[in-house]
């Protein structure tokens, strides 16, 4: 949802969250055959080597990209919809009560048709 008018930039901040998807540029203005670049940060840092899938609302099969050494991602999306994109990261945990821990971050973006 876009709090605000087109063109304002409250969606370029980080939320600071622990593990988050930062957009490169303005999510709620997305036409279709344009791409959309993200960073993926976990607790304000770049992540790299991190997989994010993104799915087209009535697609089972979702496409994945490794993020860069500057955690960036980017994806194309071909038509109007909904898009959820998401990753997770899994590692050994420290407490000696778990085996794994996990964190995930979502982000559903809409793409809306041109007139």
């Known amino acids: ?13 980080p939320l600071g969250r622990g593990f ?6 303005d999510p709620t203005v997305l036409a279709p055959a344009q791409a959309l670049s993200l960073r993926v940060l976990r607790d304000g840092v770049a992540v790299s080597g991190q997989p994010v899938t993104v799915r087209y ?3 089972s099969a979702p496409v994945v990209r490794i993020s860069d050494g500057s955690g960036r991602v980017t994806f194309d999306f071909a038509k109007a919809g909904r898009y ?4 997770t990261q899994l590692r050994r945990s420290i407490r000696p009560a778990l085996e794994w821990e996990s964190d995930f971050t979502t982000l559903t973006l809409a793409v809306h048709a041109t007139p």
Not at 20 to 25: A, I, K, N, R
């Open 57 to 59: 609302e009535t697609d």
């Open 1 to 13: 949802m876009r709090v605000g008018a087109a063109g304002e930039s409250g969606w370029q901040a």
């Open 84 to 87: 959820p994109v998401a990753a």
């Open 20 to 25: 988050e998807l930062q957009p490169l540029s």
